[in-house]
């Protein structure tokens, strides 16, 4: 099973990713572009070197990049590698599920040929996943089409081992994010050409122009290009072959829309906030099956002629993979490996989303906290309509006494320091006691395991985690749509639910305790485990650890007033 810090690397790890893929679309040229892919390896992926050789026109590999050391840097920079070495190179050792994995044991086989490389000898490993400096690693980059665009090598990993499963992933995905920004590169560059030639050689017009219909026509990624300015405004005029098969639409029937008729309703605001030049989002375009796919807008300008209309040419890059694993490691940076229910990070964040800093001595009643939500607000400065929305249609800030810029003691007079109207969260309330007096509030329900150190000790923990998946499934169950259930790790889950009264929280607790404790079988054999319930109560004021460390006190107050027969399960 997963340690309990390692669901917070990986988000670092995903969000340092994050940031260095998005660098590389920044880049503005080919060199700028190749520098940007060694720079991220060495700053988001753990790695103190790194290279790109870059396939030529005539089939070698030259070094274009390097990151991490000047000296070595000036050493290869520039050299050659013949095209039959690198394929020697890219069949020998171990394959990494894409990646080329050559261990110093094998590796000294290529110290004389004629590949640019900088290892040097060192010590025999130490343990088995320990770095050796002569280990080598390789990510293939590879066209759309198929074809070796080029070959990342890393080395000396900053925390000396041998990258695992999850930091070959991330190596993986970042060289195909790294091929894509280089095609893109050169086909910008290309197309900048393009560009120039039409708008300063009059005189060679024919050619340019069938040069940019060449280069728009058979580019790998989706191009337009649509009309700018007057009431056609944004109408697609032409389309490629690409932009064609990525929508499952022919050009004559695109020719007929905007990107605003083609956009996932809940995009077109990005979309309308995109400037017409020079423009960048991601979105979702819809597709003639009625499904939607992920794409990355760019916009340029394009003059006809001198003095002629402009248009705008958009780049339309399929990014639905990116976004699929962008999608998975988010949910496996906030879920619990073993039972996919959501892990402490995520039960936190959910939970603190719910509350806000309002001071205990100023907390609305929950009939008061929603009848301060939805009051209805004059308008302030123009900007601002009923119930606090702008004109945009986003809605204005929360404010709450005591808030930065918000309604405060002493700001509205004798009643500023109950909730104000001006104040659109509604507040998190909590009963006033264990007896059912009718508050409705989030109920935070800690559940420990009884008896569950015995099946491990006695069982092992293949069966133990079995436990603990099959209580992962009996809660997710007991509960209702909308509520959550989380692992905080070990044996012990948390339940969101909101909406209950005392009474209705302590009969969830009992619906959920009998779920759980019926015999679960494993490889054939019954075991049985117990379960302490602890209710707390949410409420804004209190921060998530508090309101989790309520509910854990009252859990084991719970444990302690029942006998241990009571508890015993095995």
Sequence with gaps: METESEPYVRLATLRQLHQVVAELNTARSLADTLQTVVDGIVVGLGYELACVNLVRPDGDLVVAAFAGDAAAEALITGRVGSRPSWERRLTMGENWDGLRFIPHTEGWVLMEDDVPQWHTEGPDPRFEDEWHPED???APMYASGG???????????????????????????YAFQAAIAISNARLRANMQRALVRLEREQQALRASEESFRQA??????????????????????????ALCRLLGRPASVLRRYSFSDLVHPEDIGTLLRTSAEGGRAELRL?????TYVWVSLRNSVVADAADGPRFLLTHVEDIEERKRHE????????????????????????????LCRLPQSVRATAVEALDAAFETRPPVDGGTGEHGFRPDGFPDPFEYPGAPGGAGPGSGGPGSAAVGPYDHHVHTVAPAT??????????????????????????GHHTGDAVLIEVARRLT????????????????????????GAADAADLAVRLRNAIIPPIRVDGRAVRVGASFGIGWASCGMSA??????????????????????????
């Design 545 to 570: 650890d508090e309101v989790l460390r309520s509910a854990d006190q009252r859990m084991y107050i719970e444990k302690r007033s029942r006998s241990k027969a009571h508890r015993r399960a095995g």
């Design 327 to 354: 999608l998975q490691l988010a949910h496996r940076a906030s879920h619990d490996s073993l039972t996919g229910l959501p892990n402490s990070a995520e039960l936190r964040s959910r939970l603190g989303a719910r």
């Design 434 to 459: 264990d007896i059912d007096d009718g508050t409705k509030g989030l109920a935070v329900l800690f559940c420990d395991l009884d008896g569950f150190k015995s099946i491990n000790d006695r069982f």
């Design 136 to 138: 080598r690693l390789y």
């Design 216 to 241: 728009f026509e058979y580019a790998p990624s989706g191009m337009a290009i649509a009309e700018m300015g007057g009431d056609q405004h944004g109408r697609l005029l032409r389309t490629n072959d």
């Design 286 to 290: 819809g597709r003639r099956d009625g």
């Design 147 to 173: 074809e070796l665009l080029g070959v990342i090598s890393v080395d000396r990993p900053r925390n000396g081992r041998r990258p695992g499963a999850w930091g070959r992933e991330a190596l993986q995905m």
């Design 477 to 500: 169950t007991g509960v209702r749509d909308g509520d959550t259930v989380a692992r905080l790790g070990g044996d012990e889950f948390v339940v969101l639910a909101d909406g209950l």
